[in-house]
C-alpha cells in the first residue's frame, strides 16, 4: 500500500490512529476517521488504515471487504513511510519481554551515538516517527492486533526477534495456534530472523545486568543479537546492558517494609507473564492477582503457584475463576479490590517474605491501565508499610 493517493479511512481514533491521520494528512490524503460504532460513509477509498484496537469482527472491517478497500495496519503505513524516508527498522514481538528487549537494543543505538526511537506497541506510534522524520533506527515492538493487517515485503526489517510464543489474547484470536501464526509472520517481513530466543546463542555481555537471570536471559539473548545485527560491537553492548535500567512496572521494588520485599509486576498481563514474575521473585511469595482475564488457561500456573507462593489475593473480575483454578494447590482469598488485597496480603506477609503484584490480567476492569494499576499499588503498599513500622 503507498501513501499517497485517494481518499483514505482510518478505523479508530487512538493514538495509532490519530499518528496515522497526520502521516496521511501530511501527504496530501484527505482522510476519513472513524470511532466506536460509528457507520462508514458512502464515496470510495483507496485504504483503510487499521489502529491495533479494532478487530477483524468489527463491521468496519466486514465492510472494507465487501467494498473492495484495501486494509493496513497502522504499523504497515509507518513502516512503509519510515523505508521511503531512509529509517532502518528492528522488529520484535513475542508472548513476554517485548517491551524490555526493545528499550534495550533502542538504548544501546542511542549510547552508540546514533538516532533511535522505541517505537510500535510500547513508544511512539510508527507512523509518528515517520511524520517526525529524524531517526536513523526504529526499534518496533509488533504486537498479534498489528500483525492481522500488516503486510510487508521480506526486506522491511532488518532483524526481527520472535522471543517466546505462549497463550494470550486468545479472547481476540480465537485460539493459541492462529495467536502464534500471527507472531511467526513477522519472520517473513525481516532480512533475518529468530522464532525463539532460546535460539540465541549464550551472551556473556549481559552478566549483571537486568536480563542475567533464569527467566530473562534468552530475552537478553536476543536483545544482544538485534544489537549485533545493527552493526554493533562487543564494547558497545557490554555498555547497554550495564547501563540499562528496567520500565516501569516491570518487577520494580517499591521498598521493603517490616522485612517485606514489596515489587510491582502489573505489566504482567498474560498467565505466562504471571509465571515469569513469580519466578523471579523467589519464595515465599504472597500474590496479588487477577483483573479482566485474557483467555489464557490459569492452570498453567499451578505447578509454579504450589512450589513458590504462600497465598494468591484475588482482585478483579476474575477472581472466582481463578480461585476455582488454582485454590486446591495454593491457598486463595477472593478479596474483589487492590485496596483490600494489599491490606490482607501486608496483615499475612511475615520477615523475609515477598509481596507481589503481578496479575496475569488486563486492568481495564478496575483501572484505566496497567500504570495506573501498578500506581495504586505503590501507593497501597508504602500506606500498609508504615503499620509495620
Known amino acids: 500500500m503507498t501513501a499517497a493517493g485517494g481518499r483514505a479511512l482510518v478505523l479508530g481514533r487512538g493514538r495509532s490512529g490519530r499518528a496515522a491521520e497526520a502521516l496521511l494528512a501530511s501527504l496530501g490524503v484527505e482522510t476519513v476517521s472513524l470511532d466506536g460504532d460509528e457507520p462508514m460513509p458512502g464515496g470510495a477509498f483507496a485504504r483503510a488504515v487499521v489502529s491495533p484496537g479494532v478487530p477483524l469482527t468489527h463491521a468496519w472491517i466486514s465492510e472494507c471487504r465487501a ?108 485460539g493459541v495456534e492462529a495467536y502464534h501464526a500471527l507472531k511467526l509472520r513477522l519472520l517473513s517481513m525481516a532480512r533475518k530472523g529468530v522464532a525463539d530466543a532460546a535460539d540465541c546463542p549464550p551472551c556473556a555481555l549481559l552478566e549483571g545486568s537486568y536480563f542475567d537471570n533464569d527467566v530473562l536471559r534468552a530475552n537478553g539473548a536476543a536483545a544482544a543479537w538485534l544489537m549485533r545485527a545493527a552493526g554493533l560491537d562487543a564494547a558497545a553492548v557490554a555498555r547497554a546492558f550495564g547501563e540499562f535500567r528496567p520500565l516501569p512496572h516491570r518487577m520494580n521494588e517499591v521498598g521493603v517494609f517490616g522485612g517485606v520485599r514489596c515489587i510491582d509486576d502489573s505489566k504482567a498481563t498474560s498467565i505466562a507473564a504471571l509465571m515469569a514474575g513469580v519466578a523471579m521473585a523467589g519464595s515465599g511469595v504472597r500474590l496479588v492477582a487477577g483483573g479482566l482475564a485474557k483467555g489464557d488457561d490459569p492452570k498453567t500456573a499451578v505447578p509454579l503457584l504450589t512450589s513458590r507462593v504462600k497465598k494468591v489475593y484475588l482482585i478483579g473480575r476474575c477472581a472466582e475463576v481463578f480461585s476455582a483454578a488454582w485454590s486446591k494447590a495454593v491457598d486463595c482469598e477472593v478479596c474483589g479490590t487492590m485496596d483490600r488485597a494489599v491490606e490482607r496480603a501486608m496483615r499475612d506477609a511475615a520477615k523475609g517474605e515477598t509481596l507481589l503484584l503481578s496479575p496475569g490480567t488486563a486492568s481495564f476492569d478496575q483501572f484505566q491501565s496497567f500504570g495506573q494499576r501498578g500506581d495504586v499499588f505503590a501507593e497501597l503498599v508504602k500506606k500498609e508499610g508504615q503499620k509495620r513500622k
Open 67 to 174: 467494498r473492495g478497500v484495501p486494509l493496513a495496519s497502522e504499523l504497515q503505513l509507518g513502516v512503509e513511510e519510515c523505508r521511503r524516508r531512509g529509517v532502518r527498522l528492528l522488529a520484535v514481538t513475542g508472548s513476554k519481554g517485548k517491551s524490555s528487549v526493545v528499550k534495550a537494543v533502542a538504548d544501546a543505538l542511542c549510547l552508540a551515538g546514533l538516532r533511535a526511537v522505541p517505537c510500535g506497541n510500547y513508544g511512539k506510534p510508527v507512523c509518528e516517527v515517520a511524520l517526525e522524520g529524524d531517526a536513523q533506527w526504529a526499534v518496533v515492538e509488533v504486537s498479534s492486533f498489528q500483525m492481522e493487517t500488516t503486510n510487508l515485503p521480506a526486506d522491511a526489517f532488518e532483524a526481527a526477534a520472535v522471543l517466546n510464543l505462549q497463550e494470550d489474547h486468545l479472547d481476540r484470536h480465537g
